[in-house]
């Protein structure tokens, strides 16, 4: 058990359009989530944590207008990269604390290409 | 600030060798800390976790050294097979459950 998904795998959108990625705990509910962005050969960067039925948390730095997180239920939290622009090309993963175990559990990362 | 360190950047092992990953933190009231790895456009997957009462924690060919003194940790990978060429990221956190601070990673390649 405790598996996360997202959708879709991989993105490709023209500039200036918004995308949104969705990030689901399938077997497990999740009171919070978290958003990371990759670059390549880097670590991850955490850019907000999201609570159910809260706004969001964004780390420093990080646009809050521009990546648009919403945690709708205790299974789905959503990331919308709004006007978006080569430079916000990037893999994007979300995780979720098991609420019983503690851990995190990541998806597996959605590669989002702005042309 | 890079709370914390991780070495070194990359590792080549022989299959059947033993690779150590070494990480340092600065921050007292981490708690939890975790060791993940990650396969090229995946998403990273929980290895093993300790908690600071704990010296060391083995997991099948994954062990994990914990000095809380000298605020280091390593994860040890015995009998390494190509099949372990990942990259290896530690992460700690004040409490398991709660935003993570990862190291830089470590990319580790097994030759055969």
């Known amino acids: 058990g405790a598996v996360v998904s997202q959708h879709p795998s991989w993105v490709i959108c023209k500039s200036g359009t918004s995308v949104k990625i969705e990030c689901r705990s399938l077997?497990?509910?999740?009171?919070?989530m978290f958003w990371y962005r990759q670059f390549p050969k880097q670590s991850l960067m955490l850019m907000a944590t999201s609570n159910e039925g809260s706004k969001a948390t964004y780390e420093q730095g990080v646009e809050k207008d521009k990546f648009l997180i919403n945690h709708a239920s205790l299974t789905l939290s959503t990331l919308t990269v709004t006007s978006a622009h080569p430079e916000d090309s990037s893999f994007y993963i979300c995780s979720a604390s098991h609420p019983t175990r503690g851990e995190q559990y990541f998806g597996p990362g959605t590669r989002l290409t702005v042309t | 600030q890079q709370q914390v360190k991780q070495s070194p950047q990359s590792l080549i092992v022989q299959k059947g060798g033993i690779s150590i990953i070494n990480c340092a933190y600065e921050?007292?009231?981490?708690?939890?800390f975790p060791w993940y790895q990650q396969f090229p456009g995946k998403g990273p997957a929980l290895l093993i976790a300790?908690?600071?009462?704990?010296s060391e924690k083995k997991e099948g060919r994954f062990t994990i050294s914990f000095n809380k003194s000298a605020k280091q940790f390593s994860l040890h990978i015995m009998d390494s097979q190509p099949g372990d060429s990942a990259t290896y990221f530690c992460a700690a956190t004040v409490a398991a459950g709660n935003k993570l601070t990862f190291g830089g990673g470590t990319r580790v390649l097994v030759k055969p």
């Open positions: 077997d497990f509910q999740a009171t919070t």
């Open positions: 300790i908690r600071p009462d704990v």
């Open positions: 921050n007292t009231a981490f708690d939890y």
